[in-house]
């Protein structure tokens, strides 16, 4: 009688693999068995008045009525009277004359806007109280037309 083949090593693997491969058929079925069945009514979300995901249903004593005809669709026309004033007044927060260029606070806005030595129409230092207008620069916006304020 001759003898196996077969060596330890052999076995053993094969072995390991049979194991895991039951392992895995184990923990598949166990998956199986233990999977919620979802229904649709779990799945759906509601939006309330506000914009927000809920999982409640919207209150309908809350429903507002609105007409077809208020619905606006596009940007809304350009209204001259609405139109807030070019000219704003500020402050000079910071500003370098040997490199040309500085910083005005808005008074109204509170924000910080550049301004360089070729839009000034008068000589500036800090702490002037300046008129300016707002233009988009290539790097934000940047005061023009800037002079101190009488």
Avoid: C, W
């Avoid at 330890?8 to 998956?31: A, S």
């Avoid at 001259?80 to 402050?91: L, V």
């Amino acid at each position: 009688m001759g003898r196996s083949q077969e060596t330890f090593n052999k076995k053993e693997v094969r072995n390991k693999k049979e194991k895991k491969r039951k392992e895995k058929e184990q923990k598949r079925l166990e998956r199986k068995d233990n999977d919620k069945k979802t229904s649709l009514d779990d799945m759906i979300a509601y939006v309330d008045e506000n914009g927000m995901i809920s999982s409640t249903p919207p209150d309908p004593t809350k429903k507002e009525e609105i007409k077809l005809e208020d619905i606006q669709i596009g940007v809304p026309k350009f209204d001259p009277a609405n139109a807030p004033d070019p000219i704003r007044k500020g402050t000079v927060t910071f500003f370098n004359e040997s490199k040309g260029f500085g910083f005005i606070r808005d008074l109204e806005t509170k924000e910080s806007v550049f301004v360089h030595v070729n839009q000034l129409l008068e000589e500036i230092k800090e702490g002037n109280l300046v008129n300016f207008e707002i233009e988009k620069g290539p790097k934000g916006l940047s005061a023009v037309q800037v002079k101190r304020a009488k």
